[in-house]
């Protein structure tokens, strides 16, 4: 069992050092999430007011299309530099992989959002601190589900053809209860009367979803990595 | 066995599709929706078989990736195209219905929007399977099992949330003289089902066979 957490540490520690010195993925995550908030604020937003539930969506979507961008650039530079071979053929377990790549997607993910939820407050006027820990809780929840089915799609795609396109053909509808989850529980949370009971509702719900989605690509990394 | 089975089969999957309008004709008319409720009969049955495919889909996609079978794949792949034509008859179906009954052709409630997620994802592993180049077999073996386990997730959806749509205890519920043309409807849809299926696999299974032999020979 330590073997395990020591080789998804390892895999976690070298992917935050490469990341660390290019700061390639983080830069171009947060650039196009900042890109992308624009694009909505011109659809969204009517006559200087921002339409209602529009902050909660707009951040949601805009974490979920930079979570695709890095998530390709992750397993691309895997691909380039032919270590993903190298990292398989390592004698461990290839969930201890799993957990590794996943874990740094997740703190990519948190990265990104540190940046982006205050952006959104500001930017859209919504009241996103009122309830920090709940909506802390909500972000961590669906970063977890979101990165679960992200890792595994484009760990599997990394070998594949047209990877570029079909991870977000594929990453989107499975993800699509995650991100329900998440802009529902936002959005509880900016309503003008707070509900409280519902974003944790959708908080639990967000944590079963982490739980089947996890177990699910744990299970199915190893035999779709098996060449 | 199954080659003298399959005409047979055929033949009385056509003689069910052609006497269920008669039957759907006469079953009594429902009292607040009338003439266009009779949808359901096409509508449910479609519905669970998209359902039935979709769990064939993952299964056979379990089999083929954990016991290395190539034949479940084969299953998989039918079941996969199965599951999309039939979700195409439920999508389509759904909302001609929903324009009289709610006044709307669509509408983003948990049921409909979480069958319109699983069509998509079955649309994804078609479309995988074309254009992920060699080796797409496995990937979407795993988009496969995923999409069925979103199945159960959709089912219980109307339960758990509040939506316009009827929900799961409609059928067990329904009044003894509209459950017969049900019940017809569901065993004739089941059976293409099975016919398609089979039919699909078959082809499959030569493709392969032929693929095998090309080999052989540039060897």
Partial sequence: ?????????????????????????VYTSLLFAVSCMLVFAFGLVKEGRVVADAAAAILWITI??????????????????ETMRALLLAPVPRAAIYIGKFAGVVLLLLLVEAAVVPLVALMFD???????????????????????VGTLFAAMLARSRSRGTLLPVLLYPMTVPVIIGGVRGTAALLQPDVDIAMART?????????????????????????? | MTKRLFPVAVL????????????????????????????????????????????????????????????ADRVAVAAAEL?????????????????K?????????????????????????????????????KLSAA???????????????????????????????????????????LVAFLLLYVLMLSARTALENRRARLDALYLALED
């Fill in chain 1, 126 to 148: 919504a009241p996103l601190f009122r309830h920090a820990p709940l909506l802390a809780g909500l972000m961590v929840a669906g970063s977890l589900g979101y990165a679960a």
């Fill in chain 1, 202 to 227: 959708w908080l639990v719900l967000l944590l079963c979803f982490d739980a089947v989605f996890l177990t699910l690509a744990l299970w199915l990394f190893e035999p779709v990595m098996t060449e």
């Fill in chain 1, 1 to 25: 069992m330590t073997t395990f957490f020591t080789a998804a540490a390892l895999v976690v520690r070298k992917d935050l050092l490469v990341e660390t010195r290019s700061r390639e993925v």
């Fill in chain 1, 64 to 81: 979920a299309f930079a979570g695709t961008l890095a998530l390709g650039r992750i397993f691309d530079r895997e691909r380039q530099n």
């Fill in chain 2, 12 to 71: 009385l999957c056509i003689g069910m599709f052609a006497y269920a309008p008669f039957l759907i004709i006469n079953a009594p008319y429902e009292s607040t929706m009338g003439l266009v409720q009779k949808i359901f009969y096409f509508h449910v049955s479609t519905a669970i078989t998209m359902f039935v495919s979709a769990f064939v889909c993952g299964i056979a996609s379990a089999i083929f990736l954990f016991g290395r079978r190539p034949g």
């Fill in chain 2, 83 to 99: 599951t999309v034509l039939f979700g195409l008859i439920v999508l389509a179906s759904g909302p001609l219905w929903a324009r």
């Fill in chain 2, 143 to 185: 988009v496969a099992v995923f999409g069925a386990a979103l199945v159960p997730f959709v089912y219980w959806s109307v339960n758990m949330w509040r939506t316009v749509h009827p929900t799961t205890n409609v059928v067990p519920s329904l009044d003894p003289s509209m459950r017969g043309p049900f019940l017809w409807c």
């Fill in chain 2, 101 to 137: 009954a709610w006044g709307v052709w669509w509408q983003w409630d948990a049921r409909l929007t979480s069958t319109l997620v699983m069509w998509l994802v079955f649309q994804a592993y078609l479309l995988l399977r074309r254009f992920g180049g060699p080796g797409s077999e």
